[in-house]
């Protein structure tokens, strides 16, 4: 009985008191992210050039963001590019933590060279590899600001070499924590390396899958400092112009700063399209994943 009244005293104590620590939280949420996200839908329905004078349009400026060549190549493009990366890192990633995990000599020093290119900054690294490109292009008297071939696998080597590191460190969580027990009955089954591995190992560490191309997925649609530093959207061509490695979020920065005052509705408006084209796949790509995870 005593027991049962100190429960409710903790439970009626803890309603009581929940919000003096989740309201700051709370009310930054809605300061940070809610306000704004709700004023940018309102300002996708506007022409302006200052926020304070803005004038409703309507659905004008979708329709302006679905005729426009350079956001439906843009979408495209960054669609494609968000998907090979995808496939490249979750396979590099995990090959490189699974060997990790292997008990090889310097494991530890290895997890941290991978590692480390996710420490350095989005522009600094594109810059880096714009150099190291253009060294090695102009061999072939060409440059990755010229050639778009190079321009999208050059994104795709840049984006691979910054984020592998970090999805190991999530595999190698995963697993770490596969059961042995279940190993050692594969093996007594007289399972091989690979089967184990297949059909044991992979199934397991689908929880860390679901992660990590989520994020994948996710990073590589909100890609922007990467592209605006190596490639800038280089080489422009074609009637209308066309940037022909320019990404989704390239595309709005250069709608709404780049071009004349009347275009930041329609770049809000991309922006709010963005916002739900990147939510939708990831949220999509969760629930694939999810219904594959084993369960405990």
Known sequence: MAKSLKANSIRSATRKWCWLFLGPV?????????????????????????????????????????????????????????????VIINVLAFTVAYLLTQKIKGANLY?????????????????????????????FQT??????????????IVMCWQQIGYMMIIY???????????????????ATKMQT???VTI?????????????SLTNGFKLFDQNLALTGGAPISGSPSIAHT??????????????????????????VIFFILVAGMGLAQLAYTRKREVQQ
């Open 172 to 190: 190698i969580a995963g697993l770490n924590a596969v059961p042995g027990d279940m190993i050692e009955a594969a093996k007594i089954d007289g």
């Open 143 to 156: 440059s990755i600001l010229t050639d778009t071939v190079w321009g999208f696998w050059g994104l795709i």
């Open 26 to 86: 709370v009310i930054a949420f809605i300061i940070g992210f809610v306000w704004p996200f709700i004023q940018g839908i309102w300002l996708s329905l506007c022409q302006f050039r200052i926020v304070s004078n803005a004038e409703f349009v309507g659905f004008d400026n979708y329709g302006k963001v679905f005729s426009d060549p350079q956001f439906v190549y843009s979408f495209w493009y960054t669609a494609l590019t968000a998907v090979v990366s995808l």
């Open 197 to 199: 591995l297949f059909k």
């Open 246 to 271: 320019q990404m989704l979020a390239l595309t709005i920065y250069n709608t709404f700063y780049g071009q004349a005052s009347n275009a930041r509705g329609t770049a809000q408006a991309m922006a």
């Open 203 to 215: 199934p397991n560490v689908m929880p860390s899958f679901t992660i990590c191309m989520f994020l």
């Open 111 to 139: 997890r941290t060279v991978f590692f480390m290119p996710n420490l350095i900054g989005g522009i600094v690294l594109g810059y880096i590899w714009s150099m190291i490109f253009d060294g090695f292009l102009s061999a």
